[in-house]
């Protein structure tokens, strides 16, 4: 998805459509698909990245942000007791 023309547009109708916001993961997302539209207009110079070369800067990027974050690029609450992804009710005892 990070190659795709107007994938800000696109993230943001699946937030939108999904009704599902993830607050902690929304700044780290916009970093990237800000990196990734400035690598794919390429330089100053009129030199451009190839996609594979794209993805493989947007690749370190996220793993910096690992790295730095302590390995904290996901929702914590994600790994809470009790959360059950696939049910309507996510707190609770998985029935």
Do not use: Y
């Given at each position: 998805?990070?190659?795709?023309?107007?994938?800000?547009?696109?993230?943001?109708?699946?937030?939108s459509g999904s009704?599902i916001k993830d607050?902690?993961?929304?700044?780290?997302?916009?970093?990237?698909?800000?990196?990734?539209?400035?690598?794919?207009?390429?330089?100053?110079?009129?030199?451009?990245?190839?996609?594979?070369?794209?993805?493989?800067?947007?690749?370190?990027?996220?793993?910096?942000?690992?790295?730095?974050?302590?390995?904290?690029?996901?929702?914590?609450?994600?790994?809470?007791?009790?959360?059950?992804?696939?049910?309507?009710?996510?707190?609770?005892?998985?029935?």
């Amino acid at each position: 998805m990070a190659l795709e023309p107007n994938v800000a547009t696109t993230l943001s109708d699946a937030v939108s459509g999904s009704g599902i916001k993830d607050t902690f993961a929304q700044p780290i997302i916009e970093r990237l698909v800000k990196l990734g539209q400035q690598l794919r207009k390429g330089s100053a110079d009129g030199s451009m990245l190839s996609p594979g070369d794209v993805l493989t800067n947007l690749t370190e990027e996220l793993k910096k942000i690992h790295v730095s974050s302590g390995g904290a690029v996901m929702n914590p609450l994600l790994h809470m007791p009790g959360m059950n992804h696939d049910s309507q009710c996510n707190i609770g005892p998985n029935v």
